[in-house]
């Protein structure tokens, strides 16, 4: 079946360092992807997406590329902040009929000291 | 624009008790579903629907039940609560069409004693 695999945590880094957060999926078909982030005592908010192939999703300067030779879609960032500490997680959706079941990696919990 | 709306935010329980998890949305979506997450584990789907009157299991269904009345509304029906439901469950809603976002709620954290 469908699986996301995400670069374990936490993380910590040092504001304005260079972010990045590995994924990795498995999935038959051709999923859209994407990156969610969970604030603290928060939900899920979409952070950035891809439906195909070569795809950036982009967004409050966090970048992912849609690669499918390599089945892969990391989060980079070049600044962060210390807003930016949160939960990320990668997730697929290959929809099937109308389930638009998203699958997701495990999260990995970033921290940003000044 | 209240988006998604999940009640109670917190709840404890014990053994064997019943609850109901409420969740609504004003986006007139189609879909909407219901995950649990759990430490390491990331969210998994509970149950999901496509529309009023549909509903399908998603890939923890055990102990959970659900039912869709009308559009916005998407209630979670745990029957008889066990500790391992100990958990914070999310509702998330999408309209059908395209790769859209899903939308959560703010989450319900459920303690089972």
């Known amino acids: 079946g469908d699986s996301v695999t995400q670069m374990e945590g936490p993380v910590t880094l040092s504001e304005e360092a260079f972010l990045t957060i590995n994924c990795t999926y498995t999935a038959t078909g051709y999923p859209s992807l994407f990156w969610y982030v969970q604030y603290p005592g928060e939900g899920l908010q979409l952070l950035l997406k891809a439906t195909k192939a070569d795809d950036k999703g982009s967004n409050k300067g966090f970048e992912a590329t849609y690669r499918k030779e390599t089945t892969s879609f990391h989060l980079e960032k070049g600044s962060v902040q210390v807003s930016d500490s949160a939960v990320y997680f990668c997730a697929l959706s290959a929809s099937n009929f109308g389930n638009e079941k998203l699958t997701f990696g495990t999260g990995t919990r970033l921290t940003i000291i000044p | 624009n209240a988006g998604v709306t999940q009640t109670p935010k917190f709840q404890v329980l014990k053994t064997g008790q019943s609850m109901t998890l409420q969740c609504a949305q004003d986006?007139?979506?189609?879909?909407m579903s219901w995950y649990r997450q759990d430490p390491g584990m990331g969210l998994r789907l509970i149950h999901y629907s496509v529309g009023a009157g549909i509903t399908d299991q998603g890939e923890v269904p055990n102990g959970y039940n659900v039912s869709r009345s009308t559009t916005e509304d998407f209630p979670l029906r745990l029957l008889s609560a066990a500790p391992s439901q100990t958990s914070v469950y999310f509702c998330?809603?999408?309209?059908?069409?395209?790769?859209?976002?899903?939308?959560f709620g703010p989450g319900t954290r459920l303690t089972v004693t």
């Open positions: 986006m007139n979506h189609e879909y």
């Open positions: 998330a809603s999408k309209g059908l069409a395209g790769a859209g976002e899903q939308y």
